[in-house]
Structure formats: C-alpha cells, structure tokens
Nanobody, 119 residues
Framework: QVQLVESGGGLVQPGGSLRLSCAASGFAFSNYAMRWYRQAPGKEREFVASITATLGTTNYADSVKGRFTIFRDNAKKTVYLQMNSLKPEDTAVYYC????????????WGQGTQVTVSS
C-alpha cells in the first residue's frame, strides 16, 4: 500500500544541476518527516537531507550543505531534492525514505534513481 517513487535522475556534467522527485502514496504524507539518502557502489547508504512534517525544518549532510535543498509539497504528496553544483562524488543511487517504523524498522524506501556526475 505504501509507495515511494523517485524520479529525475540522469547524467550531468560537474557543476550542473538536477531536481529529484519522490511521489508518495498510501500514508498520511503531511504527518511525516521525509528524507533523502544515497548509495554509491561499494559504499554504505548515507544520509543526504531531511525535512520535518510540521514546520518544514531541514537538515543536511555536511557534504551537500549549501549545494542541495530539500523541500516538499504536501498537496502533491511529493518531496524534492534540488541539487546544484554537482560533483563526481555525488554519483550514487538516490532514495527517499519515510519513517514508517511500524511497517519496517528502517522505514519505507523507494526504488531509487541513478545520478551520475561525469564529464
């Protein structure tokens, strides 16, 4: 029932921009914080950004602070990740996550979208 679908990934040159989307369904989206994570080959999945439910307070990993922006549209049940000044180190599969801990201990995940930053 719960579904998270990421989109917007692709190939971009260093210094370029992408906007990722995560469309949510099957739960009360506006009542939950939302998060973005990423995972590169051979590395553990790492936290990227989060946004709270009530006030929209944001938090970012140090590696993306100042370059990425997370925001949400509760009417559309969608959370976004605007990525600017992209670096090759940003290359990864990007996932959105909802903290639905009663379903799974780690919350609910989407299928991911590939971001490749290369010249």
């Amino acid at each position: 029932q719960v579904q998270l679908v990421e989109s917007g990934g692709g190939l971009v040159q260093p210094g370029g921009s992408l906007r990722l989307s995560c469309a949510a369904s099957g739960f009360a989206f506006s009542n939950y914080a939302m998060r973005w994570y990423r995972q590169a080959p051979g590395k553990e999945r790492e936290f990227v950004a989060s946004i709270t439910a009530t006030l929209g307070t944001t938090n970012y990993a140090d590696s993306v602070k100042g370059r990425f922006t997370i925001f949400r549209d509760n009417a559309k049940k969608t959370v976004y990740l605007q990525m600017n000044s992209l670096k090759p180190e940003d290359t990864a599969v990007y996932y959105c996550n909802a903290p639905l801990y009663t379903i799974q201990p780690g919350g609910s995940w989407g299928q991911g979208t590939q971001v490749t930053v290369s010249s």
